[in-house]
């Protein structure tokens, strides 16, 4: 199986802030990575496909990079709205896997 | 725009077989990858398994001896069927489509306990 290791596992920041999220895979998944948040109590949603494409109506201040092993999630002036936790996830090969996560607070 | 709803019991008994099915609204369920996810109370995310076009499924090899996932296209839905199920099978199901897990159902918590 392929691991995805995320960090941090947590961090703090402040509304405005711009925040980065790493996550690396134990073998190259070329750009077959997406990232999704996920708010307590609701499902994941999906943010970013294909490593670096925005999904249909996420906000801009959203955007990823990377390819082969590691892979970037920057918000660019955090919202209140995106305090959440943050998972990648390859979907290169099966099965797919994902990060344990990172809680953004 | 397409949407997924979960159904089915919320518990189960140890030993038991859980099954759980995704109505898929707003789109066909011809084509595209249908997937089960779950996730146990406060912890990650684990990908269970996958259908896709006219029957072709790939299953975690974690579950692989266990899971079934099946796709009627008649009734624009999906099934998961997992027996014998014990208390670590306690979590959301959920269901999902896309590799890129692009539509999620909102989720359905099944507790398995006696």
């Known amino acids: 199986d392929i691991q995805m290791t995320q960090s941090p596992s947590s961090l703090s920041a402040s509304i405005g802030d711009s925040v980065t999220i790493t996550c690396r895979a134990s073998q190259g998944i070329s750009t077959s990575l997406s990232w999704h948040q996920q708010k307590p109590g609701k499902a994941p949603k999906l943010l970013i496909y294909?490593?670096?494409t925005l999904h249909s109506g996420v906000p801009s201040r959203f955007s990823g990079s990377g390819s082969g092993t590691d892979f970037t999630l920057t918000i660019s002036g955090l919202q209140p709205e995106d305090f959440a936790t943050y998972y990648c996830?390859?979907?290169?090969?099966?099965?797919?896997?994902f990060g344990q996560g990172t809680q953004v607070e | 725009q397409v949407q997924l709803q979960e159904s089915g019991p919320g518990l189960v008994k140890p030993s038991e077989t859980l099954s759980l099915t995704c109505t898929v609204s707003g789109g066909s369920i011809s084509n595209y990858f249908w997937s089960w996810i779950r996730q146990p109370p406060g912890k990650g995310l684990e990908w269970i398994g996958y259908s896709q076009n006219g029957g072709s499924t790939n299953y975690n090899p974690s579950l692989k001896s266990r899971v079934t996932i099946l796709v009627d296209a008649s009734r624009n839905q999906f099934s998961l069927k997992l027996p014998s199920v014990t208390a670590a099978d306690t979590a959301v199901y959920y269901c999902?489509?896309?590799?890129?897990?692009?539509?999620w159902g909102q989720g359905t918590l099944v507790t398995v306990s006696s």
């Open positions: 996830q390859q979907f290169f090969t099966t099965p797919w896997t």
């Open positions: 999902v489509r896309d590799r890129e897990l692009g539509h």
């Open positions: 294909a490593a670096s």
